[in-house]
């Protein structure tokens, strides 16, 4: 029978999982793809009020019990999903000089390339993982201004990452980015000041596989990432809720415009458990490695009045500290 058989096939393509039913439970914290399946589950069953899944149904069993031609029909929706980021999706434009030195080809004056949404970022994970690249911490001194938080794996090797991508059927539509004119490429991923994650491929610049916009929800299911690459993202993020990072992006976009005075040169700014540092070297006169006293208050009553209006001024308590000839203002959420 030919759905029979198809079922075989697609339950075999689902890596890692025992049959359809596992694989579309481990997807569960992505709403889409849960209002994808609420769509032939029987409303008696109640297994999605939007929120959560009702514990007392197992997911898998549910979809396993359903008829192959239903399942069928449920694995090519979210396969759809997956590999084109329906929700998520965004038009990108990219110049015909940039594309061309990527393709090593000419190509027509634009040439569209669709970023993905949160669905294919967990098949990033996996490429993350098998790379053994599992432990990893954010990278300050790399982050882009536009970036809160940034995860960067520099100088892999480009032949390996285009053998692993190639395993992930949602992952080769991006194998253009890949430069093969070059040795090694680096990877990334993060939340910018905007609110938004993204992730993708970067050498001078960077090449956005996927981007979707944060909510609360989505934090939820970034937090329930199983991966060993995501675990250091987690930690970051657990105490933070979406309007944080709001707030977040926001001081980090302001304080670029705030300066202590003269300073010889400024520390990339640090995210620790809801502290944001920033830091200025060579501020005032200093005397056996201390601060001047009048300026290090002179320098606080500026800051605060400068606090005074931004909106997000009632939202944090500062600290600021002299160091070794640096000047650190430690900005906390409360």
């Known amino acids: 029978m030919i759905i029979k058989k198809y079922l075989e096939f697609i339950k075999e393509s689902s890596e890692d999982f025992n049959s359809l039913g596992e694989w579309i439970e481990s997807l569960s914290g992505d709403e889409y793809v849960m209002n994808i399946v609420n769509r032939y589950i029987d409303d008696t069953q109640n297994l999605y009020n939007g929120d959560d899944i009702n514990p007392t149904i197992r997911l898998s069993n549910a979809i396993n019990l359903l008829d192959e031609k239903t399942q069928s029909e449920i694995k090519l929706q979210i396969d759809k999903y997956l590999e084109s980021g329906i929700e998520d999706k965004e038009p990108v434009m990219i110049s015909s000089t940039d594309t ?59 032949d390996v990452v285009k053998q692993i991508f190639s395993r992930f059927k949602s992952l080769q539509r991006y194998l253009h980015l890949i430069d093969y004119q070059q040795n090694n490429l680096n990877l990334y991923f993060g939340v910018n000041i905007s609110g938004q994650f993204e992730y993708g491929i970067s050498y001078e610049q960077r090449f956005p596989i ?125």
């Open 210 to 334: 996927g981007q979707f916009k944060l909510s609360q929800s989505v934090i939820k299911w970034m937090l329930s990432l199983e991966s060993k690459s995501a675990q250091s993202l987690k930690k970051e993020i657990v105490n933070l809720n979406y309007s944080d990072l709001l707030t977040l992006g926001q001081i980090k976009r302001d304080m670029v415009s705030f300066s202590p005075g003269y300073f010889e040169k400024r520390l990339k700014p640090m995210l620790r458990d809801r502290v944001m540092t920033f830091g200025f070297y060579g501020v005032g006169r200093w005397d056996n490695g201390k601060l001047d006293e009048g300026e290090y208050q002179n320098i606080k009553n500026n800051f605060t009045n400068w606090l005074m209006s931004k909106k997000w001024g009632s939202k944090i308590l500062i600290s600021v500290k002299p160091e070794s000839f640096w000047l650190y203002i430690h900005i906390k959420l409360k």
């Open 100 to 158: 061309s030195e990527l393709l090593g080809e000419s190509v027509d004056v634009q040439t569209e390339v669709t970023v993905a949404g949160k669905g294919i970022f967990t098949s990033f994970l996996k490429c993350l993982t098998a790379l053994g690249l599992k432990e990893s911490n954010p990278n300050w001194e790399l982050c882009p201004d536009e970036f809160l938080l940034y995860y960067q794996f520099l100088n892999l090797e480009s």
